[in-house]
């Protein structure tokens, strides 16, 4: 499974972003993921979707602001982010596994490059 993350970007606070994970290979019945990584921090778990997109895992931070998607037509997964702070400022990756949606990032097994989203205040 390859995974590509798009849609990052500089945006001011209060505003929003739509990032796009394009995915590859064997990806029935994969659950998938958004990370973060903020500089000089560990990578957090961030929301995550079943295959089906009818099980979804949110962070508190993230829940009421962030909305996961997946559309496996095109095998594409997407997080709306809307309200954006300046500590959402972070590396975020995409990451897949086989199976029901976890929280550890240990869990997964295939990841992307990452897309910078930067929220100035």
């Known amino acids: 499974v390859q995974l590509v993350e798009a849609g990052g970007g500089l945006v001011q606070a209060g505003g929003s972003l739509r990032l796009s994970c394009a995915a590859s290979?064997?990806?029935?019945?994969?659950?998938m993921a958004w990370f973060r990584q903020a500089p000089g921090k560990e990578r957090e778990f961030v929301v995550a979707?079943?295959?089906?997109?009818?099980?979804?895992l949110y962070a508190h931070s993230a829940k009421d602001r962030f909305t996961i998607s997946r559309d496996n037509g095109s095998n594409t997964m997407y997080l709306q982010m809307n309200s954006l702070k300046p500590e959402d400022t972070a590396n975020y990756y995409c990451?897949?596994?086989?199976?029901?949606?976890?929280?550890?990032?240990?869990?997964?097994?295939?990841w992307g490059q990452g897309t910078r989203v930067t929220v100035s205040s």
């Open positions: 990451a897949a596994r086989f199976g029901n949606p976890t929280m550890p990032l240990g869990e997964y097994d295939y």
């Open positions: 290979g064997r990806t029935f019945r994969h659950a």
């Open positions: 979707i079943s295959w089906t997109g009818g099980t979804t």
